[in-house]
């Protein structure tokens, strides 16, 4: 049976192994779109995965991104507010800060208006940082900020010689003190310097006008300096006290030299002292005993500078005639007779005159020019008395030049002028010594009557060569110019005298 089981039927078995191949087949087939269907199942779970997967990723990173966009949003930067290093606080805006610089200045310059006032910001700076919804304390940083802030003054530091005299408010400032300290010694007719000497003609009646200075130079002695400098504004001077700090200045002992002219009580008036002031600084001092170029101590407020100004004064003064005498036999002795009268004549002086804070130190006579020339008079004489003068006067000093000239110059008054030059003293016109020894002032003194109405006196004399009573020609030798007396340096005082008034030597001198 076993080997019949074994054996396949033909046609039966065919079919059978036909019908089990169409089954297989089938099912195969079957099969297949049953693992199709789990298949597609499978990538469509898959792909549904993968979306839930995506979306959930992306839904996170939506919400990661978010929150960072919202932390971002609320991450801010601030500024930290330091003092030379040290935190005293934040603050949103640097503008703030710039605003608190603002109002402080305006603040400090509505107080001291006449001052440029400047903040004090150094050590103050700001650090940047960046937080989330950071607490910042404005308007506490602020508030502390200005309590400490501070200002100054900018100034210019005045120097005279290298010491700090003063601080005035800027640099036009000091250069408007410097030019008003100048202009206080500057006479009105010397800073109009376009004044010039008119010209008169031969012909001309005009008279002889008054004195024309024409300033030509002017400057401080000593080394004055600026510097711009930090200053309290409650020490800034104004124009006003600085001119007097410079012109002014404090109390202090100087010594006064003697001039011309001076007394006791004129040198205590010109320094507003008294004169017992004077005595107690100088003991033994006497008016009678006080003689030029002798020294005082004064304590006198002493000026901080020392404004040297130079003027060249043109002066116009009237040339007396000269008087010629001719001798006559046809008339009596002792009367004249004058034969053609003189006419006055016209010239133009010239002086160089130097000034410390407006006081004369230094006059200088630079020449003379003759706008009209005099005419001589002549005058008859009788008989000729031995000592009588011709009435024309020669200079009594050979190679002659003035070093102080007549009457009211600059101040003080002068009875003649000051001669310097060949130290060998001559006779200006004929006639009698009337004096000859020491006067009070003059020191050695010589004075010749000529017997004419005229008189001429010689002083400060080294020596006397004549005696009185002696009768000498023009031209003779009476003694040695010298610096006696109320004297500074060696020269002679020369005077001229008509019917007892001194006239200007000037006028008579050729």
Not at 270 to 281: L, V
Request: include cysteine; proline fraction near 3%; hydrophobic fraction near 35%.
């Amino acid at each position: 049976m076993k080997g019949f089981r074994g054996i396949r039927q033909p046609g039966k078995n065919r079919e059978h192994e036909q019908s089990g191949e169409h089954r297989t087949a089938e099912d195969k087939n079957n099969m297949s779109m049953s693992n199709f269907s789990s298949n597609k199942k499978r990538v469509l779970a898959s792909r549904k995965w993968i979306i839930t997967a995506a979306c959930g990723l992306f839904i996170a990173a939506s919400i990661g991104f978010a929150g960072k966009q919202y932390v971002a949003a609320n991450t801010v930067p601030y500024y930290k507010v330091m003092v030379k290093g040290n935190e005293i606080g934040t603050i949103t805006d640097e503008a703030q800060l710039q605003k608190l610089f603002a109002d402080k200045t305006e603040e400090f310059q509505n107080k001291y208006p006449d001052a440029e006032m400047v903040l004090n910001t150094d050590g103050i700076t700001t650090e940047t940082i960046k937080a989330y919804k950071p607490v910042v304390n404005s308007d506490e940083t602020l508030d502390k900020l200005g309590d400490m802030l501070t200002a100054y003054a900018k100034g210019v530091e005045l120097k005279v010689d290298g010491e700090v005299i003063g601080i005035v408010k800027d640099q036009a400032t000091a250069d408007a003190i410097l030019e008003q300290v100048q202009n206080k010694y500057i006479s009105a007719s010397a800073a109009r310097s376009s004044l010039k000497t008119k010209s008169v003609s031969a012909n001309s009646s005009k008279k002889a006008e008054g004195p024309s200075t024409t300033l030509k130079s002017v400057g401080i002695k000593e080394d004055v300096a600026t510097d711009v400098v930090k200053a309290d504004p409650n020490k800034i001077w104004d124009v006003s006290e600085a001119v007097e700090a410079l012109t002014v200045g404090k109390d202090a002992p100087v010594t006064y030299v003697v001039r011309e002219g001076d007394t006791i009580s004129s040198i205590a008036a010109k320094y507003e002292i008294t004169q017992s002031e004077i005595r107690k600084h100088n003991p033994g001092i006497k008016e009678t005993s006080l003689q030029i170029g002798d020294e005082l101590t004064l304590t006198v407020p002493k000026p901080a500078v020392t404004v040297k100004s130079v003027e060249q004064v043109v002066e116009q003064i009237e040339i007396k005639p000269q008087v010629e005498v001719r001798k006559s036999a046809e008339l009596k002795a002792g009367t004249t007779k004058v034969v053609r009268p003189g006419q006055s004549g016209l010239k133009s002086m010239q002086y160089r005159i130097t000034k410390e804070n407006g006081e004369v130190v230094q006059e200088e006579w630079l020449g003379q020019e003759v706008i009209k020339a005099a005419v001589t008079e002549v005058v008859l004489s009788g008989t000729k008395v031995v000592g009588e003068g011709t009435g024309e006067f020669a200079w009594p000093v050979s190679n002659a030049t003035m070093s102080s000239s007549f009457g009211q110059r600059w101040g003080r008054q002068h009875k003649g002028v000051d001669l310097v030059g060949n130290r060998d003293v001559k006779a200006s016109d004929e006639g009698v010594i009337t004096f000859a020894g020491q006067k009070s002032g003059y020191g050695n003194v010589i004075i010749i009557n000529h017997r004419n109405g005229y008189e001429t006196l010689y002083g400060h004399l080294n020596s006397i060569g004549v005696k009185v009573g002696q009768v000498v020609e023009k031209g003779e030798s009476i003694g040695v110019m010298g610096n006696t007396g109320r004297s500074t340096g060696t020269h002679l005082h020369f005077e001229i005298i008509k019917n007892g008034t001194v006239e200007n030597p000037l006028t008579y001198l050729n």
